[in-house]
């Protein structure tokens, strides 16, 4: 390894004496390969997202070649991932079945990951057809694709029900040895059928029901498409009075209306999450929301973090130079600014 490092010490030395530079170029390169630079940021660590399903299985290759304790980010649905979830009627023994469930098929895969050193983050995200708000099979008017009905992405329609299903997912979890974070719902802002007053109703039940189970379990919000959202797109006309799908117009980002809610209602809020963030606005948004945090007399010093982020939506660049590119300048944007 010491040769190695002298090896390319002198190559870079001797790259320096004969590459042609530009008339005038001054200066010295100091390289010192003893410095250390302590330890490796977490917003440096890699991550990876995971959307369940009931033929889900890890790749060993993952497990085994990633071995710098990545983040893993999985979207659970109890409407479309769990047994008897899009039953318009609440199946027999359900609560029995899903807790059989959970620990011959969903827990031991989790452990895998866990018992690897990954950092699991679960987004619970959608309600079972039978507890729906809104038990339709029409599609959310700003999505398409099989999962997105009214239904699954509806707030629950007995909120004594929904806690005793989050207590139980939880409560297995647990008695399992699954450590792990929650973020309730996954981009809000367009997968939610409903008003940011339901959303809010529907993650302070839900933190309640988490920290039930145990106070030690970090449960954040809110996982919003970009920091900048303002207003929720999927809302029914029966809630606002307005065509189906328009919802009213907020004075306020999604984030300062979390942020005041938890504060006014004294609900738990262990961190703030948001996707896709601008790298040039990065530091812009961390100080808004750390103000918004300070004012509202929450701690300052709240976790801020990003659950998705790439170059391009459609994935068009992400095997080229400027993904590259792209990735160290917004790397060393989320780290500066404190994410």
């Not at 452990?111 to 050193?117: K, N, S």
């Amino acid at each position: 390894m010491a040769q190695r490092i002298i090896i390319t010490l002198f190559s870079l030395i001797l790259l320096l004496f004969i590459w042609p530079v530009n008339e005038g170029f001054t200066g010295n390169i100091i390289v010192d390969a003893s410095q250390n630079m302590g330890n490796f940021p977490d917003v440096m660590r890699p991550g990876m997202m995971g959307l369940w399903s009931q033929n889900f299985t890890p790749l060993k290759t993952e497990i085994d070649n990633l071995n710098s304790k990545p983040f893993w980010r999985l979207t659970f649905g109890f409407g479309t991932d769990v047994p008897g979830g899009n039953s318009s009627v609440k199946p027999l023994n359900f609560e029995a079945d899903f807790k059989s469930w959970l620990k011959k098929s969903f827990d031991p895969h989790i452990r895998l990951y866990q018992d690897a050193g990954y950092k699991v983050i679960i987004s619970l995200t959608q309600v079972p057809k039978w507890l729906s708000n809104h038990p339709s099979d029409e599609l959310l008017p700003y999505a398409d694709g099989a999962w997105f009905t009214k239904w699954a992405y509806s707030p629950p329609s007995d909120y004594n029900q929904w806690q005793n299903l989050i207590s139980l997912f939880v409560q297995t979890l647990k008695e399992d040895g699954v450590k792990a974070d929650f973020i309730v719902g996954d981009e809000p802002d367009w997968m939610f059928y409903g008003t940011e007053e339901q959303y809010l109703e529907m993650y302070a039940y839900t933190v309640e029901a988490i920290k039930e189970v145990d106070q030690a379990n970090a449960v954040g919000a809110l996982g919003v498409s970009s920091w900048s959202k303002t207003k929720f797109i999927n809302c029914p006309a029966d809630v606002t009075g307005l065509d189906d799908g328009s919802c009213p117009l907020m004075d306020h980002s999604m984030i300062a209306g979390l942020i005041n809610y938890v504060a006014t209602h004294q609900v738990p809020l262990d961190f703030i999450d948001w996707h896709f963030p601008d790298p040039t606005l990065v530091s812009y948004n961390v100080i808004a929301t750390r103000q918004w945090l300070q004012n509202s007399g929450l701690p300052e010093s709240m976790p801020l973090t990003i659950g998705e982020w790439l170059l391009s939506g459609s994935g068009e660049y992400e095997s080229t130079e400027m993904a590259s590119a792209y990735s160290i300048f917004m790397l060393k944007s989320l780290m500066d600014a404190g994410i």
